[in-house]
């Protein structure tokens, strides 16, 4: 158990809804990243929050968006589902920005 | 923009024998390297990461890698490997971004498969 938590572990719904990830990091930690996981692209970075400010975006599409809240826990939107978004996403936490980052279980999405 | 190539897709091996698990990067002036193992339904858990000093990097359940800068290589090696090791494994690679975090880009993964 990384003591990274992720919810929910599992989201069925449908093309062009709006859905929320929930990520709580471990305790004492500032920095949130999020990852997406598919078939087609492999484990790709999407964005990375530290102490609620964003500081670093990969490939994150414009229908996604995530925030990082005072609380620490961080949430990523993800808005206007197509099938193609149908993946496994990870988010992961670490003290600083750059200590060793610990994963959560993942939320496993599927887009019908 | 780096990238990693990770040279078999799958690992087959007998328990008790060695595996090593291969992994490139596109070269650049200075990299940082990770290893990363993920059980099934689980998340990744950092196995062992080349920062700098010593190419040789010892890691978790005996697990150790050599970072090769002329062949821009840091390839995973295990001497005695045991069913529990069944597991995909990821190499990555991070350039510091302008923000100063470790951002990394993965390999597709290596699915080691331990037969007993």
Redesign the interface.
Known sequence: DSGVTQTPKHLITATGQRVTLRCSPRSGDLSVYWYQQSLDQGLQFLIQYYNGEERAKGNILERFSAQQFPDLHSELNLSSLELGDSALYFCASSRGIQETQYFGPGTRLLVL | AQSVTQLDSQVPVFEEAPVELRCNYSSSVSVYLFW?VQYP??????LL?YLSGSTLVKGINGFEAEFNKSQTSFHLRKPSVHISDTAEY?CAVSDR?????????????TSLIVHP
């Open positions: 990363y339904n689980q998340g990744l858990q950092l990461k990821f971004a302008s923000g100063g975090s470790y951002i990394p880009t993965f390999g597709r993964g």
